[in-house]
């Protein structure tokens, strides 16, 4: 498992460099195949965040590729959202959050395909746009702590679209807003017995260690290969979530049996 767990790291640790994100869709659906329930991989999934997202800032960080107003703003609205979150993990069914998780997907590969980021432009605050991203981020904590994503799928074409940032830029930002929510919302699923905390150091340590290389990929890339590579990557993603959600919705498990004794008899 140790072994798994540190690929999982070295994988989350370039795609977060590379997408700006925190790693949640990796993590998750590889701490299920391990074994865990939906409910302790997405809190597992969110401390293994906390020091990913560390080595992922200081990559764009370097490159002046990092909003850190705006990723203030983001940061202390996700905060109050990854709470939510973290509650309704508590209280949600598992049938639902592992569909929930197939609707995000869906929404983010859709996203992808449609835009195409810039990467001249940068965040402009104004009042309405500080109100915006606000609200974004509150959106973006509750489905951090529901899912144990760090929020940058959501966070960083949400920011190119909406408000202007280049691709490097809604990364680097992103990266920085999800590490208080992540922390935050680890301190709320600890206090529930959800978080194996060793499990997640080890992820958390290793992808922290190799996101410089995925910063360097995002570098090297224009920003519509970016976005494809981003829509693939989610792509393959969604038809791994549907599967397993499909093994245990009560309709679809009949289903599937029902063919599974038709092709034994023939």
């Not at 869709?25 to 809190?43: D, K, M, Y």
Request: aromatic content about 8%.
């Amino acid at each position: 498992m140790w072994t798994i767990l540190g690929i999982v790291g070295i994988i989350c640790g370039i795609f977060s460099g590379l997408f700006g994100i925190g790693g949640g869709t990796i993590i998750v659906p590889a701490l299920v195949a391990l074994g865990f329930s939906q409910r302790h991989a997405v809190a597992t999934s969110l401390a293994a965040i906390v020091p990913t997202s560390i080595g992922g800032v200081a990559s764009y960080a370097a490159g002046g590729d990092v909003d850190w107003i705006a990723a203030a703003l983001l940061a202390s609205s996700m905060i109050i959202g990854s709470q939510l979150g973290s509650w309704l993990l508590s209280k949600l069914s598992e049938l639902f959050l592992r569909w929930m998780y197939a609707a995000f997907l869906v929404f983010v590969v859709i996203t992808q395909i449609i835009f195409t980021p810039s990467r001249d432009q940068s965040i402009h605050l104004s009042a309405l746009s500080v109100v915006g991203i606000l609200a974004l981020g509150i959106v973006i904590g509750m489905l951090s702590g529901l899912l144990g994503i760090g929020g940058g799928a959501i966070a960083v074409p949400s920011l190119s679209l909406f408000f202007g940032a280049s691709d490097l830029i809604a990364r680097g930002t992103s990266l920085l807003a999800m590490f208080p929510s992540a922390i935050a919302g680890t301190i709320a699923n600890w206090k529930r017995s959800l978080v194996h905390l060793a499990q997640a150091l080890t992820i958390g340590i290793v992808a922290a260690v190799c996101t410089p290389l995925g910063n360097m990929l995002a570098n090297a890339v224009s920003p519509r290969m970016g976005a494809n590579l981003f829509a693939l990557y989610f792509a393959v993603l969604l038809i791994r979530c549907v599967y397993t959600a499909l093994q245990i919705t009560p309709c679809a498990k009949q289903f599937i049996r029902k063919k599974s004794i038709k092709a034994h008899d023939k």
